[in-house]
């Protein structure tokens, strides 16, 4: 009894006393794909692929002036959220060249909340397909965390002030479903597994003392270029006509958002003393899709920076941002979508404020700030 007792008097010091109300954070730990991948994609694909177009001109031209594995012209969210806390910008876990005492991203371009397993076994994979899902990501950030941490007491202390990102995950999952050959209404099917993996991992990594979750949902896929210029010959009903972007697509996205915000809200409840940040990528790209004026974009704001196509999207699947004679526009602080998936500095400088100051989070990443 006595034992007992003990134990779960152990367990319980080992959770952090209150909700943490100043979000001075001391690090941050990522984990998600392009839309946060600041380089792991680039050291697993490096010994496979031959032409990696991510790591060429003229991606990074922005911002580093040359490509650093992430999957833009300039900065993505994360780093502007590493900025906004005057933390380095968050090093990429597989480039084993940096401290990792102020956070590391285990982010991988293309990665899936399903385990690869899952693709691989229900033939839904690809040659472009790499194991760095998110249990793969959450076994990296196990691996770390000797160095960084020796108890669970001194691991709860330190994590304490850390920023955790689950997310973007699951856009991939639908991708690779989709382009494996199941229909919308299969992939809606799966939607509530992806949703549990999610949740799972955030669970597991408060579990390990995170204090401050942010869990961020998809964007619109409907409004993704690449989709859009995969057939141009749809007839007008399948676009909503306030953005020009593919209402099928657009639903199984909201509906993976709506069904993702449940589960935050379900871990809320479950976890008082922990802040967990559902954040929006989707209501961002709808605003800057309908009003790109208001952010300084032009008025195609379906049409990418970096392309070299016929359509009204420039994008062209044969011919990709970066390969031989595909450049990149004069303007790359116009655009809204940088290479027809993935997103400019711009916007993602747009998203990274409103999730900071909470017009595209809830609650807000600086709710609590003093200052
Ligand atoms: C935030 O943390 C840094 C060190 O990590 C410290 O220098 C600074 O004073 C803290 N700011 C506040 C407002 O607590
Ligand atoms: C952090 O973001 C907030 C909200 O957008 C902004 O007001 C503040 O100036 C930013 N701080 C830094 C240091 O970037
Ligand atoms: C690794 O570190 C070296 C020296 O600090 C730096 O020049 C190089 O750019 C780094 N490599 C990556 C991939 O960050
Ligand atoms: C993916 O990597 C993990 C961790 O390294 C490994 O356990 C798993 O077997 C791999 N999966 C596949 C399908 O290769
Ligand atoms: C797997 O998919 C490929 C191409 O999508 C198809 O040719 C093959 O028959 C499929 N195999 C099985 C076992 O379903
Ligand atoms: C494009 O969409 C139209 C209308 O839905 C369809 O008839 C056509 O087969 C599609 N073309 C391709 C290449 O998928
Ligand atoms: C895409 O590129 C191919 C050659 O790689 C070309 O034949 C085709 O016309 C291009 N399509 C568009 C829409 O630009
Ligand atoms: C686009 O492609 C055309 C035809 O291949 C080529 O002449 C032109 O230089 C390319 N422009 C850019 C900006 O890549
Ligand atoms: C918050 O950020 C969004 C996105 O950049 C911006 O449109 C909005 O004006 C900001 N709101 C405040 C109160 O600063």
């Known amino acids: 009894m006595k034992l007992l007792l003990f134990f779960l008097l152990l367990v319980v010091s080992c959770h952090g006393d209150s909700k943490p109300d100043s979000p001075n954070f001391t690090s941050i730990f990522s984990f998600g794909d392009s ?17 990696i177009w991510i790591d060429m001109n003229p991606y990074g031209e922005t911002f580093f002036h040359h490509p650093t594995g992430r999957c833009s012209d300039g900065r993505l ?48 994979s690809n040659p472009f397909m790499f194991n760095g899902s998110l249990s793969v990501q959450l076994g990296w950030f196990a691996d770390l965390k000797p160095s960084l941490c020796k108890s669970c007491e001194e691991c709860q202390e330190y994590f ?48 390990q003392g995170a204090k401050t979750v942010v869990v961020p949902g998809i964007w619109p896929d409907g409004c993704t ?31 993976h958002n709506s069904e993702l915000l449940k589960a935050v809200k379900q871990l809320q409840h479950n976890h008082l003393d922990v802040r967990l940040i559902f954040a929006d990528y989707y209501r961002p790209i709808l605003d800057f899709v309908r009003t790109p004026h208001r952010f300084g974009f032009i008025d195609t704001p379906l049409r990418v920076c970096c392309g070299n196509a016929t359509n009204q999207y420039n994008v062209n699947l044969s011919e990709v941002c970066a390969m031989p004679g595909v450049g990149s526009c004069e303007n790359p602080l116009e655009y809204v979508n940088w290479d027809g998936v993935h997103l400019t500095e711009a916007a993602y400088h747009h998203i990274a404020e409103g999730w900071l100051n909470g017009t595209y989070a809830e609650p807000p990443i600086l709710s609590g700030v003093d200052n």
């Open 35 to 51: 839309f946060a991948d600041t380089g792991n994609l680039v050291v697993l694909a490096t010994p496979v692929l031959k032409d």
């Open 77 to 124: 969210v994360l780093d502007f959220l590493a900025q906004n806390f005057s933390l380095p910008l968050v090093p990429p876990y597989l480039v084993h060249n940096s401290s990792f005492g102020q956070g590391a991203n285990f982010a991988v371009a293309g990665a899936t909340a399903l385990d690869f397993a899952f693709f691989v076994n229900n033939n839904l």
């Open 160 to 207: 304490s002030t850390s920023l955790f990102i689950v997310g973007e995950f699951g856009a991939n999952d639908y991708a690779f479903m989709i382009f494996g050959g199941k229909t919308l209404e299969q992939v809606y099917g799966y939607v509530p597994m992806v949703i549990q993996k999610i949740s799972a991992a955030a669970e597991s990594l408060i579990k």
């Open 225 to 255: 270029p690449a989709n859009l210029a995969q057939n141009t010959s749809r007839p007008k009903e399948d676009y909503e006509p306030e953005t020009g972007c593919l209402k099928d697509l657009n639903d199984l996205s909201r509906y």
